[in-house]
C-alpha cells in the first residue's frame, strides 16, 4: 500500500476538518501532550454555529480557546478524566466537569460503557514509514479513543517525540479519516515546584525503605521529584519503573545510571508508563529511546500487573487525611483539585507485590492566603471531601515527623500512630478530637 499517496488523500486543512462537528456532538481531545492545538482554535472559530458540543479529555497544559470564547459554556463543556490548574478555573468558569474514575478503567470504558465519540481530535507525531502516527507521551487511552470514534482526525506536529511501544501507542493510517499538520507548536511542558526542605525531609524518609532493584511508580509534585532527586545522588542500583506517569525524575535518575530496570519481573529492561508531561529535557529523553515502553493505562495501572513486579514501591500525594487512614488526594471540601487517577490502583498492586510498599506523604501543614497554618491531619475529613484511598487499603504515612504503617492497626493505634507524624502545635487537638471519637484510650502516649 503506497502510504504517502493514502496521506495526501485523507490531508486537510483545521478548517475543514472541524466542519464535521454538529450541535451535540461527543469530540474527544485526547490527553496531555496530546491535546490538539490547530484543531482546538478552528472549532472555537465555529463556536456560533454550535450549542452543547460535549468534549473529553485532561491534564490541560495550557488553555483551550474553545474555553474562551463568549459564553463557552452556552457552546462547549469540558469533560476531564483528571484535573490540572488550567482545568480548575474551567470549573469555576461554568464550562468543565470532571469524571470520576480509576484511571486503570479508562480504555475499557471507551469500549463499554460510554457514549462513543462522534469525533476524535488528537495531536500525534509524524507518520511512519510503515503507516503509524505515534501518539507520543500519551499512549494512555488512545487507542481505545480512536478504535471506538466515528470520525478520527489526527493534528502531525513534528515536535512530538516517538515513544516506542509497547503495544496501542499509535494509530494506523487506514484508521484515520482525516489529517490535519498544524502549526508545529513545541509540545508544551510541565513543570514542578521546586523542592522544599520538608519536601526533601518526607524524601530521605521514603528513600531509605528502597531497596535495590526496587521498581518505582512516582506521582507528580515537589514530594516524588525530590525522591528521584535523592535517588540520583544515592548508591542505590538496578531500580526498574513501572509508572502512570513518567516525569523529569526519571530522567535524573538514569542519567545517574540508576535504572537498568534488570531486576523487573516482567518487562525486564523497559521503564513502562502511560503518559508523561515534564520539560523538553524529558521529551528529547523519551524520544525513539528503547529503554522505555509507552504502553496504555489499562496496563500500567492494572493493580494485578503491578502485583507481579517484586519489590515495588509506589509513592503519592495527599491533600488531607483523617484519624482512621482516610487519604483525600483530590478535593479541598467541595472545592475539586485533581482527580482520582491511579493513586488507588498502586496503593493496592504495590501491597500485593512481594517486598512493595505503597507510600503516602504529604506535608504536616500547610499556609493559608492569610496566613494562617492549618494541619493536614484532621480528625475527620471536611464535608464534600473526597476519599481516594479508603483507610483499609492506606499502608505507609508520611510527613516531615517520621513514617508510619497503618496496617494492621486498631482505630486507636492507628489514631496514636497518625497524630505522631502530626505538627506538634495540633497533636493535642487532635488528641482531643480523637477521644470525642472514641478512637483513643487513655493508656496512648501523650
Not at 35 to 49: G, I
Not at 390 to 412: I, Q
Not at 428 to 445: D, G, M, P, V, Y
Request: aromatic share 8%; with cysteine; charged share 20%.
Amino acid at each position: 500500500m503506497d502510504y504517502q499517496a493514502l496521506y495526501q488523500s485523507k490531508l486537510t486543512t483545521a478548517a475543514e476538518a472541524a466542519k464535521v462537528v454538529k450541535s451535540g456532538d461527543w469530540v474527544d481531545f485526547g490527553w496531555c501532550t496530546g491535546t490538539p492545538d490547530a484543531l482546538d482554535k478552528a472549532l472555537a472559530a465555529r463556536a456560533e454555529e454550535l450549542v452543547d458540543v460535549n468534549i473529553r479529555g485532561g491534564v490541560l497544559l495550557a488553555p483551550l480557546a474553545i474555553a474562551q470564547v463568549p459564553n463557552a459554556n452556552k457552546h462547549f463543556s469540558w469533560n476531564s478524566w483528571h484535573m490540572s490548574g488550567i482545568e480548575r478555573k474551567m470549573i469555576a468558569d461554568g464550562i468543565a466537569y470532571y469524571a470520576p474514575l480509576r484511571y486503570s478503567e479508562l480504555p475499557r470504558w471507551y469500549r463499554e460503557s460510554i457514549c462513543p465519540p462522534d469525533v476524535v481530535m488528537i495531536q500525534v507525531a509524524p507518520m511512519d514509514k510503515h503507516g503509524y502516527f505515534n501518539f507520543g507521551p500519551s499512549a494512555s487511552h488512545l487507542a481505545a479513543v480512536c478504535e471506538t470514534g466515528k470520525k478520527v482526525i489526527v493534528e502531525v506536529n513534528t515536535n512530538m517525540p516517538r515513544c516506542l511501544g509497547g503495544f496501542e501507542e499509535g494509530v494506523h493510517i487506514t484508521d484515520v479519516d482525516m489529517i490535519v499538520e498544524g502549526d508545529n507548536p513545541p509540545i508544551r511542558t510541565m513543570g514542578s515546584a521546586a523542592a522544599t526542605e520538608i519536601d526533601e525531609t518526607v524524601a530521605k524518609l521514603i528513600v531509605e525503605e528502597i531497596p535495590n532493584g526496587a521498581c518505582l511508580q512516582l506521582g507528580i509534585g515537589g514530594m516524588p521529584n525530590a525522591v528521584g532527586s535523592l535517588i540520583a545522588q544515592s548508591d542505590l542500583k538496578d531500580l526498574g519503573v513501572h509508572t502512570e506517569m513518567y516525569v523529569d525524575g526519571f530522567v535524573d535518575m538514569a542519567a545517574a545510571g540508576k535504572l537498568s530496570c534488570a531486576k523487573k519481573n516482567i518487562d525486564k529492561g523497559r521503564q513502562v508508563f502511560a503518559f508523561g508531561a515534564g520539560t523538553q529535557k524529558m521529551y528529547d529523553y523519551m524520544d525513539d529511546n528503547p529503554a522505555l515502553m509507552s504502553v496504555p493505562v489499562g496496563y500500567t495501572n492494572d493493580s494485578r500487573v503491578i502485583s507481579q513486579i517484586d519489590n515495588f514501591i509506589s509513592i503519592n500525594n495527599a491533600v488531607d487525611l483523617d484519624l482512621t487512614g482516610q487519604i483525600n488526594a483530590e478535593s479541598a471540601g467541595t472545592k475539586h483539585i485533581s482527580g482520582a487517577g491511579g493513586q488507588l490502583d498502586f496503593v493496592l498492586g504495590a501491597y500485593l507485590s512481594n517486598g512493595g510498599k505503597s507510600f503516602i506523604c504529604c506535608s504536616s501543614t500547610f499556609t493559608t492566603r492569610s496566613g494562617e497554618l492549618k494541619s493536614r491531619i484532621v480528625p475527620t475529613l471536611s464535608p464534600g471531601s473526597t476519599v481516594t484511598d479508603t483507610r483499609t487499603n492506606t499502608h505507609y504515612l508520611v510527613t516531615e515527623y517520621g513514617k508510619v504503617c497503618l496496617k494492621g492497626l486498631s482505630t486507636w493505634e492507628r489514631a496514636e500512630a497518625i497524630i505522631s507524624v502530626a505538627h506538634p502545635q495540633f497533636r493535642e487537638q487532635l488528641i482531643q478530637e480523637a477521644e470525642k471519637l472514641k478512637i483513643w484510650r487513655t493508656s496512648n502516649r501523650r
